[in-house]
């Protein structure tokens, strides 16, 4: 069955400093993975998708994402955090059907001045 | 572009009320899905459909119904509120193709009294 772990609830940075969110998933085939930003009241934006076409993606925003399939992994990296990336990121893989998102349980970025 | 709509955005119930949650799509999208988000708990899957006419269930399907009478349209039904199912939810589509992303709605904020 496919699973999603976020390792990390909650991850406060400097602004300027790296950010990096951990996801790793569970999957029976092979996967495709996504990370979404949540802002407060807000609906869910993708911020990149990985889909084998190469192992490190680049969304929006600065962000980028290694897959690791040695370490069933998908991080979420950015090389300098801003004041406008604090906001709920969530890690998901497709269901074995293919037909909905399976999701971790977010992590909470805070950033300071 | 609309993209996905839900309405309400907010609504407060009494336990044993029933209400429906209107989604609907101008993408032409096959898949659609309804999720609940709670605080630490990401958002978990109620049911998803893959087209006019067919629904399954996903990981928290108790307590709702769905049907899919037409492409654009997925309504969330509660047959009796009960406070347990005070959460946000969100409606998603997606295309049929490989890897294609959901695009989510707003939230309808629900609230069980």
């Known amino acids: 069955a496919q699973s999603v772990t976020q390792l990390g609830s909650h991850v406060s940075v400097s602004e300027g400093a790296l950010v990096l969110l951990r996801c790793n998933y569970s999957s029976s085939v092979p996967p495709y993975l996504f990370w979404y930003v949540q802002y407060p009241n807000q609906g869910l934006q993708l911020l990149l998708k990985y889909t084998s076409a190469a192992t490190l993606v680049k969304g929006i925003n600065g962000f980028e994402a290694e897959f690791k399939k040695s370490e069933t992994s998908f991080h979420l990296t950015k090389p300098s955090a801003h004041m406008s990336d604090a906001a709920e990121y969530f890690c998901?893989?497709?269901?074995?059907?293919?037909?909905?998102?399976?999701f971790g349980k977010g992590t909470t970025l805070s950033v300071s001045s | 572009n609309a993209g996905v709509t839900q309405t309400p955005k907010f609504q407060v119930l009494k336990t044993g009320q029933s209400m429906t949650l209107q989604c609907a799509q101008d993408?032409?999208?096959?898949?659609m899905s309804w999720y609940r988000q709670d605080p630490g708990m990401g958002l978990r899957l109620i049911h998803y459909s893959v087209g006019a006419g067919i629904t399954d269930q996903g990981e928290v399907p108790n307590g709702y119904n769905v049907s899919r009478s037409t492409t654009e349209d997925f309504p969330l039904r509660l047959l009796s509120a009960a406070p347990s199912q005070t959460s946000v939810y969100f409606c998603?589509?997606?295309?049929?193709?490989?890897?294609?992303?959901?695009?989510f709605g707003d939230g309808t904020r629900l609230s069980i009294l």
């Open positions: 993408m032409n999208h096959e898949y």
């Open positions: 998603a589509s997606r295309g049929t193709a490989e890897a294609q992303p959901q695009h």
């Open positions: 998901a893989v497709t269901n074995q059907a293919g037909t909905a998102l399976i």
